[in-house]
């Protein structure tokens, strides 16, 4: 098929190789704009924008699509479809309508639970324990299309975002060119009314760890901001970042340090297994621990 794909973040990346491998013809790419990145702050094309300079793609990085301009240079493109994979932008309806057979989205969640930004945090968050992949035929409201096709994946003990994350979008990049080969007989289902979630934007407000809560709300919380923003807390004005855990025995005062990084919560007690401090690389809690002696409570 004539497609236009439309991604921003390195999720993304994995479903544009496999559209190009199965043989479709990309169009164009659309990513958001270059951002302000690293030390020097200079301007980085997006993962997409990248991938696809590699591929010999055509880039488009408009800000917006609400201008006419814009809506008449997509129009002109006469895709007959457009695969939308955390483009970051709303699309208006004639963006939706131009495409031939509408526009298709790769979407991180079991629609209708999680609809929005932040799906694979909020599941891990929340304490599913199972998430996975819905295709959906993209309308006007957020993620409230008909879907397609889905696939569910487990979400185990340790699991983190990151690990799930990588999961999924090749997952995403399985199910949308199955999707395109089938799309003739495949038979859009509406979502129920039911079990509908939002899956807001993660807040930098939210990953400061409150040792008071029970073990298995921050073992959640640290697996599911890792590996961004990370969960945190801070230890002799140093900030440490939690990158991986699991539940472990134990109790004692909440932030209580019971040996080897056991923490001890409001209710039981987590193992921290993967850390970062200030200025450092992710280490495993051993290689930190060889380094930094705990105090008695964190």
């Known amino acids: 098929m004539n497609l236009i794909f439309m991604g921003t973040p390195e ?12 043989g479709h013809n990309i169009l164009t790419v659309y990513s958001q704009p270059p ?8 301007d980085r094309p997006s993962e997409v924008h990248q991938r696809a300079v590699e591929l010999g793609l055509e880039v488009r990085t408009p800000a ?3 201008s006419v301009d814009e809506q008449s240079r997509f129009r002109d493109l006469q895709a007959d479809v457009a695969v939308v994979v955390a483009y970051g932008l709303i699309l208006p309806q004639e963006v939706l309508d131009a495409p031939a057979r509408g ?3 790769i979407h991180a969640s079991l629609l209708p639970r999680w609809r929005g930004a932040a799906p694979i945090h909020r599941a891990i968050m929340a304490g599913d324990r199972e998430t996975g992949v819905a295709i959906m035929q993209m309308e006007a ?22 690990a799930l994350h990588d999961t999924l979008s090749d997952l995403g990049a399985a199910l949308i060119v199955r999707a395109l080969d089938e799309l003739d007989s495949l038979t859009p289902r509406p979502q129920p009314d039911t079990g509908v979630t939002y899956a807001k934007k993660i807040d930098k407000s939210e990953a400061r760890i409150d040792w008071t809560l029970p073990a298995e709300e921050v073992d959640r919380l640290i697996r599911g901001l890792s590996p961004f923003p990370g969960a945190w807390s801070e230890l002799n004005g140093e900030r440490i970042k939690y990158l991986g855990s699991r539940l472990a025995l134990g109790s004692g005062h909440p932030g209580q340090h019971l040996g080897n990084f056991r923490v001890a919560c409001g209710l039981g007690a987590v193992q921290i297994t993967r850390a970062q401090r200030q200025g450092k690389r992710p280490m495993t809690a051993e290689e930190i621990l060889r380094g930094l002696d705990l105090p008695d409570t964190l």
């Open 11 to 22: 999720f993304s990346v994995a479903p544009l190789d496999a559209l190009v491998a199965a």
């Open 35 to 42: 951002r302000p990145a690293g030390r020097g702050k200079k």
């Open 64 to 66: 917006s699509l609400k």
């Open 103 to 105: 526009c298709l989205n």
């Open 141 to 162: 409201g957020l993620d409230t299309g008909p879907v397609l096709l889905s696939e569910t994946v487990p979400i185990g003990a340790e699991d983190t975002t990151g």
